[in-house]
């Protein structure tokens, strides 16, 4: 009788779900049967791919028309459906693991089916790149409302570690310290908790990385968009607006905007696409002298094979995604910038910069692809040696 795994994936955006995709593929490859938990733009990745996807009630982060990560907006609109949709979570998750009875547990940073799995005391390993949640502050803050923000965080830290640690294993999909790009996310409570830890680093694909001929003396730029779609949607407005303005510059762009509902398009020197196969998206990065992205952690990993330098766009008041863009300048393979600071002059002045720059970018992230495994093989190991 074959295996039963059940993966349960954090749905907001793609890169949770993206991470997961040749793991799932290995599973079935080795004769699992795979059920899989999500929701939001995780199951509409997922569903193209795959059968047995059970639908959740799905959260939602609210931005501002700027691009800014609002709380106060999130909360006022969403305070009470959240507290309700958690509770739906749990009670669904818990019933499709009674109704399932998986041998094995991988819970994707998603504390509704660590809930359900731990009230159901059943074992689960858990794959996440953030521990610590910092809330966004845009405005300058008094003591007041300092301290009750660390509150807050504090609150928020000891519920989420409280469940995160009942985990067998917190596998981190990131380089091994100290090159860790999540480290800020990072905090545990004890050092008794260390030997949980383990850094598995890209598993996300296997690919043998290509270079592709140069076809152009310009320079190129590739944009990967990722998030979910009111965040794409934010950072693809502000690229157009830069776009439309730069002409006859020695540089081109493509746009990877991931969605079903773009057709390919020419704009001045840059080149929009929607959703595009593996393969091609491969050959776009690979054309790439600089890679230009919003700071997702699935997308920094995956591509930091590639060895191209990054210019990370940022939404204001999305801390994680700050946080990784920190490390990333710390560790001299990027630089980062502010959307709502940027127009087309500041745009073509950093790129052109980082390009003149771009060997010391290069001889740094061939530096610290040392400390990156690809060690997919660890979680299937897990499932193999420790099915119930």
Request: one cysteine or more; a positive charge.
């Amino acid at each position: 009788m074959k295996k039963k795994v059940y993966l349960s994936i954090n749905g907001i955006g793609y890169g949770h779900s993206a991470r997961n995709l040749l793991l799932i593929k290995e599973l079935l490859k080795r004769g699992y049967l795979v059920y899989i938990s999500t929701y939001n733009e995780g199951y509409e990745f997922l569903k193209k791919y795959f059968k047995n996807i059970y639908l959740s009630a799905g959260f939602n982060l609210i931005l501002t028309e700027e691009g800014i990560l609002s709380v106060k907006l999130t909360l006022a609109k969403q305070f009470f459906s959240s507290i309700i949709k958690l509770f739906l979570q749990i009670i669904t998750e818990m019933r499709n693991l009674i109704h399932i009875n998986p041998n094995y547990i991988i819970v994707d940073s998603r504390i509704s089916t660590a809930v359900a799995a731990r009230l159901l005391r059943m074992k689960y390993v858990l794959i996440l790149n953030q521990f610590y949640l910092d809330i966004p502050r845009i405005k300058k803050m008094n003591k007041l409302i300092k301290f009750l923000k660390r509150i807050s965080e504090r609150i928020l830290y000891e519920i989420l570690f409280t469940m995160w640690i009942y985990a067998s294993y917190l596998i981190i999909p990131d380089l091994k310290p100290p090159y860790t790009i999540c480290s800020y996310s990072i905090k545990l409570k004890d050092k008794q908790y260390l030997h949980k830890l383990k850094f598995v680093g890209n598993i996300i694909h296997n690919q043998r990385i290509v270079k592709n001929k140069k076809i152009s003396e310009k320079i190129c730029c590739t944009v990967i968009l990722s998030g979910n779609l009111q965040e794409r949607s934010i950072m693809f407005k502000s690229l157009l607006k830069i776009i439309k303005k730069i002409k006859n510059e020695d540089i081109y762009i493509n746009i990877l905007t991931g969605l079903n509902f773009i057709k390919k398009t020419r704009i001045n020197s840059a080149v929009i696409y929607g959703w595009i196969k593996d393969e091609e998206k491969s050959y776009l990065i690979n054309e790439a002298n600089i890679l230009i992205v919003n700071g997702g952690h699935s997308t920094l990993i995956e591509t930091l094979q590639y060895k191209k330098p990054y210019l990370i766009l940022l939404l204001k008041g999305h801390t994680e995604k700050f946080n990784n863009s920190r490390k990333i300048k710390e560790l001299g393979i990027g630089e980062y910038i502010f959307i709502d600071e940027l127009n087309e002059i500041i745009f073509l002045n950093k790129i052109k910069e980082m390009y003149e720059n771009k060997e010391k970018y290069e001889n740094n992230i061939k530096n610290i692809l040392k400390y990156l495994n690809n060690d997919i093989g660890f979680i299937l190991d897990l499932v193999y040696y420790d099915s119930r």
